[in-house]
């Protein structure tokens, strides 16, 4: 090997990448036809170099590579058909939620209005049978009654008196026994009648 082919082999990994001047590629050419040394150099480096780059080139099976995902991306944002969606959605919010409140008013609002209002009619009801017995109490208490005026709903509450019709109950569930002592004073009155008079028709001396 003499300084002629020491000077090949500095040079051959630019000769590989097709960076070596033409100018100096030329005199590599001919040094490589006329040196075996420096051909098996050659080879043996094209060699390698081949292998390195097959290794380091080819990506992992089933990743995809950095190169390509931002190809991919670049791509993806520069079709307009991929645009117009993102415009689409940004405009279909508002309209989503009035479909949504149409569909509402007409499959739900039909069956909660008449169990709204019956529950509205119940509490009503319960309202008015209380009513009374409400104004009874308040009306005997003065701090309840003080409470209330304020209210317009139960200014105009009743204030039936309950004693008479307490005292007309009492004197129906009371009047079988009235009549009964009644039936036996009278029964014992004429018992007591006749024995007198049958004593007295009855001799002295007997």
Known sequence: MNAQ????QQI?????????????AAPLREHLSECAACREEFEWSRRTLHTLDAVTREPSRGIPTAGLLQRLNREIDTRPECRRPRQAARFTQPSLALAAAFLFGVFVAPFLYPWYSSRNAAS??????????YGNVTGSNPFLRSRDEG?????DRPQDDP??????ELEQLLEPATLGRRALGRSGGRGSNGAGSVMSSTPEGF
């Open 12 to 24: 051959l990994v630019e000769f590989l990448y097709d960076e070596l001047p033409e100018d100096r």
């Open 151 to 155: 209210d317009p709903s139960l200014q």
């Open 5 to 8: 082919c020491s000077k090949v």
């Open 163 to 168: 004693m008479p019709a307490i005292k007309e």
């Open 124 to 133: 009503a009801g319960v309202r008015r049978d209380t009513r009374p017995i």
